[in-house]
């Protein structure tokens, strides 16, 4: 068996998005099913280094993930040989820094999004990285979900006929704090420490919009801090400075137009926690996280508004499930695998560094939108 051995040294671990998704479902993953199988006698192991500023929680998520080595101490990794890919799940306001020294230590890069603080940041990355000759991808984890890759078969199997508009709901409530706990960090609702629903989820919609729909041309977004006070980790109330909501509007090439909310103030009555609804002129579709339900054309219901009588049509009745046709990883895992792949046999990644500056673009563009009240166009980077 060949094995190929590949050091990561993994940055920001002990956050919610790296123990969770990165380590604990993803490397720790891979490593207990035997590495990523190239063939039958040729297989990647990743081989992490956990990297952080709290010698307890290192250890901890050591024992948990079965991960040998830990430091609180990055310069004393970045220049070893060993570790050929820089991974970082750190706040986003410590990303671009990182990321450049880790670019200038020669490591290949992997990392959250948003991928800097200003789409100058993010596309700087990109330029240095590619110009130094190493590799690089950014987590765009949505286009693995079961039920975002469901609706991708229904269009390479020409379901919707022509796809006419896209809506997404995305949010939960969550909590202030002030009796249930908060289930997200605080700093997520602060400006000044880079949170901001806008700058978190059009991230996202840019690159499912992009790759699944047509790319994005221009965006119309209102902004809203809805809840003003909550209480941060240490019990203390601090003001939200940042915005809790967004309502966008985006228009894409090809004429589809996109509508999302995005909220931490909303309770869910719908399928799931995001959701997806696709209309075309053949039939629709309804995506969550791992579901999606559709409606053809020849099972449309053709209702009568009529308010003086009881709702004689039951409007979910019409939805069929898309069964189980397929397997399907974890979203984290299954993008780390291929860039794991990409990194020792050169398959194609394109969710590059250059994908996730565009993600910074369309928050920063959605930003100004709201700022002038208008519609903005997002310029091909
Ligand atoms: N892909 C997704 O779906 C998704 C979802 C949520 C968050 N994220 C992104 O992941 C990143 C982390 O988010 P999170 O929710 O895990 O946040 P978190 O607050 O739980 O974790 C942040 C990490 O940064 C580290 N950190 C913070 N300040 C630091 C400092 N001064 N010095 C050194 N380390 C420091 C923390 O120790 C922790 O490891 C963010 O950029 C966020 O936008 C992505």
């Not at 990109?126 to 950014?138: M, P």
């Not at 629709?284 to 999606?292: D, T």
Request: hydrophobic content about 35%.
């Amino acid at each position: 068996m060949k094995t190929h051995t590949i050091g990561i040294i993994m940055n920001g671990v002990t956050g919610r998005m790296g123990t969770n998704q990165h380590l604990l479902r993803s490397i720790k993953a891979i490593r207990e099913q035997g590495g990523v199988k190239l063939s039958a006698d040729e297989v990647i192991m990743p081989d992490p280094i956990l990297v952080g500023r709290n010698e307890a929680k290192l250890k901890d998520l050591c024992e948990r993930s079965g991960v040998e080595k830990y430091t609180t101490d990055l310069d004393s990794v970045i220049n070893d040989p060993h570790y050929q890919i820089y991974f970082d799940s750190q706040v986003t306001g410590r990303r671009a820094a990182a990321v450049k020294k880790a670019i200038e230590a020669g490591k290949n890069i992997y990392c959250e999004k948003p991928t800097g603080t200003s789409t100058e940041e993010a596309l700087e990355l990109y330029e240095i990285c590619t110009k130094a000759g190493l590799k690089n991808g950014v987590v765009q984890d949505k286009l693995w979900l079961p039920g975002m890759l469901k609706l991708k078969r229904l269009m390479e199997n020409d379901f919707f006929g022509e796809i006419l508009s896209v809506r997404g709901e995305f949010g939960y409530w969550v909590f202030e704090g002030h009796s249930v706990p908060a289930q997200r960090p605080s700093w997520n609702y602060r400006k000044e420490d880079d949170g901001g629903i806008i700058v978190d989820m059009l991230c996202h919609w840019r690159y499912v919009l992009d790759h699944l729909f047509g790319k994005v041309k221009a965006v119309s977004c209102l902004g809203a801090t809805h809840i003003e006070e909550r209480i941060d980790e240490q019990g203390k109330p601090y003001k939200a400075t940042a915005d809790d909501a967004c309502y966008a509007t985006f228009e894409l090439e090809g004429g589809i137009i996109a509508q999302f909310n995005s909220s931490w103030t909303t309770r869910v009555r719908r399928d799931d926690l995001l959701t997806l609804h696709v209309d075309g002129t053949k039939g629709s579709a309804v995506a969550g996280l791992r579901e999606c339900v559709t409606q053809h054309y020849g099972n449309t219901p053709k209702p009568v508004w009529n308010p003086d009588i009881a709702q004689p049509i039951d409007f979910f009745d019409g939805w069929a499930k898309v069964p189980e046709q397929e397997l399907f990883d974890n979203a984290f895992k299954a993008q780390w695998e291929l860039f794991l792949k990409h990194i020792v046999i050169d398959t194609p990644f394109p969710w590059d560094l250059k994908e996730g500056a565009k993600g910074v673009q369309l928050a920063e563009k959605g930003i100004e939108s709201w700022e002038k009240r208008c519609w903005v166009d997002v310029e091909e980077l």
